[in-house]
C-alpha cells in the first residue's frame, strides 16, 4: 500500500519535470576537432566505412566524451552546412523510458495540471528561443557547452548546422543521398540481373525473353508475381525494370491501352522511324 501510494506520490513530481522538458547540463569535452578536404575515400564522417569509396565533400569532425562516458562524433557537412552524423543520443543525454513515461504521465496528472503554468510558460519561452537563435533549447545548451573549446570557425560551422537541423534543411539532404543510393544500388542490381543475357538470353527480363522467343505472353503475369517476393537488393528494382518495360510501356499496358505485342511492335518500328525522318 505504502509502495503504491510512494509511486503515484512520485509521478506528481516526475510528470511535470518531464512535461517541463528541461535540457541536460551534463558535462561533454572535445577531444578533437579536425576539417577534412573533399576526397574519395571509405572513411565515412569518422565513424563508420562505406562499402566502397565515395566522393565525400568538404568535412567537419569533432570527437568527444560526456562525463557519463559516453563518446560522441559529430560530422558536418562544410558544403552543405548540415550535419551528416552526431551521436544525439550522448550529446542530449537521452533516456529511454518507453511505455514507463505513459504510466507515469497518466499517474501524473493532478501534478500536471497544477504545474501547467510553469510548463506551458517555459514552452512560450522555448519557441521565442527558437526564434532568436534558429535551434531549440536542447542544441543551444550542447551547443554553448561545445562552443567554448572550439575554434572560431569551427564554432561558425556548428551554429550553422545546428540551425539547418532545426530548420528541416538537413532531411531534405538525406532524402537526396537516399534517393541517389537507391538510384545507385538500382542500377547495380540491374546490371546483376542482366549480366548473363548475352550468355543465355533466356534469363533475362520478360521482353527480353519474349522478344527472343523465350516467353508466351503470360509468363508477364508470374514475373509480376516474382517481383512481390522479392528480397535483398532486389527491393530496389522497380517492376517496370524487372519486367525490362520502359515506365511509358508499363504505363501503356498496364493501363490496357497496348498489349504485349503492340510493345514489341513499337519497338521494332522505333529504329526504322527514325532512320526514315528527314535530317
Known amino acids: 500500500m505504502f509502495r503504491v501510494a ?41 565513424w563508420a566505412h562505406l562499402r566502397e569509396p565515395e566522393e565525400l565533400p568538404e568535412r567537419l569532425i569533432i570527437r568527444g566524451a560526456s562525463k557519463s562516458g ?30 514507463a513515461a505513459i504510466g507515469v504521465a497518466i499517474f501524473g496528472l493532478p501534478g500536471l495540471i497544477v504545474t501547467s503554468p510553469i510548463w506551458l510558460t517555459a514552452h512560450a519561452l522555448y519557441k521565442l528561443q527558437k ?33 539547418n537541423h532545426h530548420n528541416g534543411v538537413e532531411d531534405a539532404w538525406q532524402e537526396r ?3 541517389e543510393y537507391d538510384a545507385k544500388i538500382r542500377a547495380e542490381r540491374i546490371a546483376m540481373l542482366f549480366e ?7 534469363e533475362g527480363p520478360f521482353m527480353v525473353r519474349f522478344a527472343a522467343g523465350c ?3 503470360e ?15 532486389d527491393q530496389h528494382v522497380k517492376l517496370h525494370e ?21 510493345l514489341l511492335e513499337d519497338r521494332e518500328w522505333a529504329p526504322r522511324v527514325q532512320t526514315d525522318s528527314p535530317t
Open 177 to 179: 543521398r537516399r534517393a
Open 196 to 202: 548473363n543475357r548475352k550468355d543465355d538470353i533466356c
Open 242 to 262: 524487372w519486367l525490362g518495360m520502359t515506365m511509358v510501356e508499363f504505363e501503356d499496358w498496364s493501363a490496357q491501352r497496348k498489349t504485349i505485342f503492340q
Open 6 to 46: 510512494g509511486m503515484i506520490l512520485g509521478c506528481q513530481l516526475i510528470a511535470p519535470l518531464m512535461a517541463l522538458d528541461p535540457p541536460k547540463f551534463h558535462g561533454l569535452g572535445v577531444a578533437s576537432s579536425k576539417r577534412y578536404p573533399r576526397e574519395v575515400t571509405q572513411h565515412y564522417y569518422d
Open 131 to 163: 526564434l532568436f537563435t534558429g535551434m531549440d533549447h536542447h542544441n543551444l545548451v550542447m551547443y554553448l557547452k561545445l562552443a567554448r573549446k572550439l575554434s572560431r570557425a569551427d564554432r561558425k560551422a556548428l551554429r550553422k548546422a545546428l540551425q
Open 70 to 99: 559516453g563518446r560522441f562524433h559529430i560530422g558536418i557537412d562544410l558544403e552543405q552546412h548540415i550535419i551528416a552524423h552526431a551521436d544525439w543520443n550522448v550529446l542530449h543525454a537521452d533516456e529511454y523510458m518507453g511505455s
Open 215 to 217: 516467353a508466351e505472353p
Open 219 to 233: 509468363e508477364v503475369m508470374q514475373d509480376m508475381a516474382d517481383w512481390h517476393h522479392r528480397v535483398g537488393a
